[in-house]
């Protein structure tokens, strides 16, 4: 029972272009949520947050969505650079919770 | 200011051996947390420690795996015997509880383990 989803397990961008990774949640009590990247042979990088009392967040080239009533959220890079090529995970905690959910993860490429 | 600093970075072993993972947290952080990552998924939690409390261990494997966090710094993640299955990335990452929203978890590099 996938609590947290992203269903695209690869994504292929050219560079320059925009890449948009989604994120599919199920339990309502979900309110905050994190991206985090990760390259080959390392730990996960925080990228960048958003609580559910906004419907955007951005920091320098990434922005996240979240759609509450959808239960979607969506990280968009722009624009997308070869160093951006890494898997990105989905992370969803609860009301106060220190617990986070993390979805499968898509692999990101950005072709030169 | 140096991150989550995890030890070993590889390990191999044959099954049924003992094996133990160590992790040094960010310096203030007193929550601390065990994950693990099998191949092509996202990281699961194995343990959460809140100072040297273990809060959440609904999912780590106590016939095997067995976990402390002595004085509420260090960690250890031992598993006793390893099995085939256990093969994976074993993640540290600790964070700063903020009483709310906002918490961010910072991750270390990873041990890897493989059994054969």
């Known amino acids: 029972d996938q609590q947290v989803k992203q269903n695209s397990p690869s994504l292929s961008v050219q560079e320059g272009r925009i890449s948009i990774l989604n994120c599919d949640y199920t339990n309502s009590m979900f309110d905050y949520f994190l991206w985090y990247k990760k390259y080959p042979a390392e730990g996960p990088t925080f990228l960048i947050s958003i609580s559910s009392i906004k419907d955007k967040n951005e920091d320098g080239r990434f922005t996240v969505f979240l759609n509450k009533s959808a239960k979607h959220l969506s990280l968009h890079i722009v624009p997308s650079q070869p160093g951006d090529s890494a898997v990105y995970f989905c992370?969803?905690?609860?009301?106060?919770?220190?617990?986070?959910?993390f979805g499968p993860g898509t692999r990101l490429s950005v072709l030169p | 200011e140096a991150g989550v600093v995890q030890s070993p970075r590889y390990k191999i072993i044959e099954k049924k051996q003992p094996v133990a993972f160590w992790c040094n947290p960010i310096s203030g952080h007193n929550t601390l947390y065990w994950y693990r990552q099998n191949l092509g998924q996202g990281p699961e939690l194995l343990i959460r420690y809140e100072n040297e409390e273990a809060v959440d261990d609904s999912q780590l494997p106590k016939d095997r795996f067995s976990a402390e966090r002595l004085k509420g710094v260090d960690s250890t993640l031992k598993i006793q015997p390893a099995e085939l299955g256990d093969s994976a990335v074993y993640l540290c990452?600790?964070?700063?509880?903020?009483?709310?929203?906002?918490?961010?978890?910072?991750f270390g590099e990873g041990s890897w383990l493989t059994v054969v």
């Open positions: 992370a969803a905690s609860a009301v106060y919770g220190q617990n986070f959910v």
């Open positions: 990452a600790s964070s700063f509880p903020t009483g709310g929203r906002g918490n961010t978890i910072y």
